[in-house]
């Protein structure tokens, strides 16, 4: 059974790019979660989601951050006009009925 | 809301020795604790969590935590360090035991000396 997965592990972009992250949650898990981590910093909440909803997204910016989670195929992550401060990694975690979330590895921005 | 205090951002143990990473937290209503270790470049993996019951819990790799309810405190612990435990460790809250997203703390680099 694979792990949560994303892609890509490593993305560059320049300032007012478009960054698109992926993430493709446990097989049988339909919640997913996605977090932020700044450099020395811990993990901040960004949005929830499950199948086709958005349950809590009062941790993104209300600004060119968005996120969906399809029928069918991964979650994306949407950051337009990415800034400098846009640079971090982030993850998603999916969890199944029981709540516990395992996460997946992480896409590092870089953002020039 | 809730929170969680993670007060030390390093901590140095010799190998063979016992470690303690400590977590305090604040919550309203029952709170729904984690322990998570990260390796450099890698995401979370999950060491244990307190629901209810029992106010020791066991984890992966030989770790545990104790429950401390009139302290709110959720310290991990583990008997004798490994250079391998050498990690970022993240002690998270929620309110809830389902599907809710977890409040971390900021992180304790544990450091394993030989």
């Known amino acids: 059974n694979a792990g949560v997965m994303q892609n890509p592990r490593h993305l560059v972009r320049r300032r007012g790019q478009e960054a698109r992250l992926r993430c493709s949650p446990m097989?049988?898990?339909?919640?997913v979660y996605w977090y932020r981590q700044l450099p020395e910093e811990g993990l901040k909440f960004m949005v929830y989601?499950?199948?086709?909803?958005?349950?809590?997204e009062s941790g993104m910016p209300k600004e060119r951050f968005s996120a969906e989670f399809p029928k069918e195929g991964p979650s994306i992550l949407r950051i337009q006009q990415v800034v400098r401060g846009d640079s971090a990694a982030y993850f998603c975690?999916?969890?199944?009925?029981?709540?516990?979330?395992?996460f997946g590895p992480g896409t590092r921005l870089t953002v020039l | 809301a809730q929170s969680v205090a993670q007060p030390e951002d390093q901590v140095n143990v010799a190998e063979g020795n016992p470690l303690t990473v400590k977590c305090t937290y604040s919550?309203?209503?029952?709170?729904?604790l984690f322990w998570y270790v990260q390796y450099p470049n890698r995401g979370l993996q999950f060491l244990l969590k307190?629901?209810?019951?029992?106010?020791l819990v066991k984890g992966s790799y030989g770790f545990e935590a104790e429950f401390n309810k009139s302290q709110t405190s959720f310290h991990l612990k583990k008997p004798s360090a490994l250079v391998s435990d050498s990690a970022l460790y993240f002690c998270?809250?929620?309110?809830?035991?389902?599907?809710?997203?977890?409040?971390f703390g900021k992180g304790t680099r544990l450091s394993v000396i030989a």
């Open positions: 975690a999916s969890s199944g009925t029981s709540g516990e979330q395992f």
């Open positions: 097989k049988g898990h339909s919640h």
């Open positions: 989601l499950q199948k086709e909803n958005i349950i809590d």
């Open positions: 919550v309203s209503g029952n709170p729904y």
């Open positions: 307190y629901i209810t019951g029992d106010n």
């Open positions: 998270a809250v929620s309110h809830f035991s389902g599907n809710t997203p977890l409040v």
